[in-house]
């Protein structure tokens, strides 16, 4: 079975901060573009952050951007996405997600889905 395991979801305060995992099995990730992805109640799923596949090249959505950052490490067939400064609005089941597509991209161009990690920004 091919599958993604994101971890590191939580409740935290408005300015604290999350790192999420997104562990492989089944697969390595060493050549797959990785995306995140998130779901808040009611919304349509939006992209957060891509890193290419070479790692070389990453993207945020505006709305994270200076707060959120992606990176992988292949060793460990893991990606992670350190959040910060986290704000009510970032509230959302995050998703990892493993595409074959060398380019990095903040739609849905993805192969492989994890089953999501809730992540709660509240006082």
């Known amino acids: 079975q091919l599958q993604l395991v994101e971890s590191g979801g939580g409740l935290v305060q408005p300015g604290g901060s999350l790192r999420l995992s997104c562990a492989a099995s089944?697969?390595?990730?060493?050549?797959?573009?990785i995306g995140w992805f998130r779901q808040a109640p009611g919304k349509e799923r939006e992209g957060v952050s891509c890193?290419?596949?070479?790692?070389?090249?990453?993207n945020y959505r505006d709305s994270v951007k200076g707060r959120f950052t992606i990176s992988r490490d292949n060793a460990k067939n893991t990606v992670y996405l350190q959040m910060n400064s986290l704000k009510p609005e970032d509230t959302a089941v995050y998703y990892c997600?493993?595409?074959?597509?060398?380019?990095?991209?903040?739609?849905?161009?993805?192969?492989?889905w994890g089953q999501g990690t809730q992540v709660t920004v509240s006082s």
């Open positions: 997600a493993a595409g074959i597509q060398p380019m990095c991209v903040l739609s849905e161009w993805y192969n492989y």
């Open positions: 089944g697969f390595s990730l060493d050549y797959y573009t």
């Open positions: 890193i290419s596949r070479s790692g070389g090249g990453t």
